[in-house]
């Protein structure tokens, strides 16, 4: 299973906009990539998936170049209440193995006033 | 609210009890996962169910044990614990068509 590299740690100020860049240079063919946030003591929600170029919803921007090899978790105009930790992971989907998810240290994410 | 439940939402236990943790979905989904969430590590998958069936024990010790006896319950039965198991448990569900998965609230367990 591919294994994915991220920053421990990212400040930010309220209103801005936040790129987080992931790398995972053994992504398979069959794999997405997936993120999710983490409020303390909570469970992990879904953000955002993509396999290929942009992928965007109402939370976030998802920008993965053409090797794969990494992608970016883009938050526009940040608040407080994004505060949180973010994970990036890639998820085979497919057969007995679909949708294990391996967690890795994740991004704690601080936004400032 | 994921649709996902968890309870109890906070447990202590000393070392010698027996309890179980459960969770509940009825979302339709035919996968079900434990996780172990430990204070600054990250969540390490513990066990997953697909259409009742463990596909995974991610080398779980014996002091913990799943029970799935249908698709919307799983459960974590703790006997003979100890106090490095503390940790937040985690239950999620996905259904089979997605790789999303959907987070239950957590349990917190103190292990005296």
């Known amino acids: 299973l ?3 590299t991220q920053p421990i740690s990212m400040d930010s100020y309220e209103g801005q906009e936040v790129n987080i860049t992931c790398s995972h240079n053994n992504i398979a063919t069959n794999d997405y990539i997936t993120w999710y946030q983490q409020f303390p003591s909570q469970g992990p929600r879904f ?3 993509g396999y290929k170029t942009k992928v965007t919803n109402e939370v976030a921007s998802l920008f993965i170049p053409a090797d794969r090899k990494s992608s970016t978790l883009s938050l526009p105009r940040v ?3 994004d505060t949180a ?4 992971l890639v998820v085979f ?17 601080s936004v400032k006033p | 609210e ?3 439940t968890q309870t109890p939402r906070h447990l202590v236990m000393g070392m010698t009890n027996k309890k179980s943790l459960k969770c509940e979905q009825h979302l339709g989904h035919n996968a079900m996962y434990w996780y172990k969430q430990s204070a600054k590590k990250p969540l390490e998958l513990m066990f997953v169910y697909n259409f009742k069936e463990q596909t995974e024990n991610n080398s779980v010790p014996s002091r913990f044990s799943p029970e799935c006896p249908n698709s ?3 459960f974590l039965h703790l006997h003979t614990l100890q106090p490095e198991d503390s940790a937040l448990y985690l239950c999620a569900s996905r259904r089979d068509s997605s790789n999303e998965q959907f987070f239950g609230p957590g349990t917190r367990l103190t292990v005296l």
Do not use: D, M, R
């Not at chain 1, 930790?85 to 990036?88: D, E, F, K, N």
């Not at chain 1, 989907?93 to 994410?109: A, H």
């Open chain 1, 47 to 49: 953000i955002i998936q």
């Open chain 2, 72 to 74: 919307s319950h799983l």
């Open chain 1, 85 to 88: 930790v973010y994970y990036c």
């Open chain 1, 2 to 4: 591919a294994k994915t």
């Open chain 1, 79 to 81: 608040s407080l209440s």
């Open chain 1, 93 to 109: 989907l497919g057969g007995n193995q679909g949708g294990k998810l391996i967690f890795g240290q994740g991004t704690e994410l």
């Open chain 2, 2 to 4: 994921t649709g996902v």
